[in-house]
């Protein structure tokens, strides 16, 4: 009789085990998920709220009549609202500087015809190539974000009159919390302008 009563025992504790396991790994499992969840809107939230950035960056623009590609420098510091962008290729047009304060845009090459490059540039020298023009628009339009396996995406689409310009997608790195890049489409969703971050710091001191 004792030996069933221990059998018993040593039976139900079993049990109590497995169930407090089963349990036990359920909370882990659930707390996990969200530990992700939290690191996703986390970098969401720090790309949103950037307060400067330094960035190397590939840009391919795309018209109806041939697709440019550009290699430049992209900087940009919130305290005084200054983005510029040097022009590194093609060389025709290497050192050109791009300095916009918000207001103003200035163009620096004291080799070139400064007005001949606005002519034939603008768009390059536009500051809708930037991070922080993205930003802007997210925050002030109809937006959205999604995941995949690697990446966080950012869309906005940007309310205005400009066909060409119509949405925007920012791909940011889940390993690294950093943008990979940058697309803007127009209505029929074709992609016109495409930036690849090969290189980028957040929120650096000068």
């Known amino acids: 009789m004792t030996k069933k009563i221990i059998i018993s025992c040593l039976v139900l504790i079993l049990i109590i085990s497995t169930i407090f396991f089963i349990k036990n790994n359920y909370k882990s499992i659930k707390l996990g998920n969200n530990i992700i969840n ?8 720090n790309i949103l709220n950037i307060e400067s950035y330094k960035a190397n960056v590939r ?9 440019n590609t550009y290699e430049a420098t992209q900087e940009y510091y919130k305290e005084n609202n200054l983005y510029k962008q040097e022009i590194l290729t093609p060389q025709n047009i290497a050192g050109t500087i791009f300095e ?3 207001a103003n845009l200035q163009i620096k090459n004291t080799a070139l015809n400064l007005s001949k490059i606005y002519e034939n540039y603008n768009y390059i020298g536009s500051n809708e190539l930037s991070l922080n023009a993205f930003i802007e628009d997210y925050n002030n339009n109809d937006s959205t974000d999604y995941e995949n396996d690697e990446e966080i995406i950012l869309e906005t689409k940007v309310k205005n009159n400009n066909k060409y310009r119509a949405i925007k997608k920012l791909y940011i790195s889940k390993d690294t919390g950093e943008p990979i890049k940058l697309e803007v489409q127009d209505v029929s969703q074709n992609t016109l302008v495409y930036i690849l971050y090969n290189e980028i710091e957040i929120n650096k001191m000068r």
């Open 100 to 102: 916009y304060d918000g």
């Open 38 to 45: 939290q690191s996703a809107d986390k970098i969401k939230e």
């Open 59 to 67: 840009i391919t623009i795309t018209s109806n009549k041939n697709t």
